[in-house]
């Protein structure tokens, strides 16, 4: 079973930058993928960007040329670096895992139900 962290969350002024975490532990898969999600409130769960292990990235359209993630193989944590935070940014985030068998990942993102396993989010709040 894999069990995700997420941390970093924060409040932040419109323009500005943050950087989340998020750390698997647990029996994690040879091959798998990482993503970032994140819910407003009254909204769906929207896609951020995914990850694999092999290194291929994918980006959810209006997060493009803003946010960059990344991962740290040797410490099993993904990061999603945040720049020009504007107010439809403020949502939870949450992690996600998924195994892959593949070399890229799920074929069913960008839709919530192509990740399995959820961490318990990061509030990230941006102010105008």
């Known amino acids: 079973q894999v069990r995700l962290v997420e941390s970093g969350g924060d409040s932040v002024q419109s323009g500005g930058s943050l950087t989340l975490s998020c750390a698997a532990s647990?029996?994690?898969?040879?091959?798998?993928?990482m993503a970032w999600f994140r819910q407003a409130p009254g909204e769906e769960r929207e896609a951020v960007a995914d990850?694999?292990?092999?290194?291929?990235?994918r980006y959810g359209d209006s997060v493009k040329g803003r946010f960059t993630i990344s991962q740290d193989r040797a410490k099993n944590t993904i990061y999603l670096q945040m720049n020009n935070l504007q107010f439809d940014d403020t949502a939870i985030y949450y992690c996600?895992?998924?195994?892959?068998?593949?070399?890229?990942?799920?074929?069913?993102?960008?839709?919530?139900?192509?990740?399995?396993?959820w961490g318990q989010g990061t509030q990230v709040t941006v102010s105008s």
């Open positions: 990850i694999h292990t092999l290194g291929s990235k």
């Open positions: 647990g029996f994690l898969d040879l091959r798998y993928c």
């Open positions: 996600a895992y998924q195994a892959s068998t593949q070399t890229s990942c799920p074929a069913s993102w960008p839709q919530a139900d192509a990740y399995k396993t």
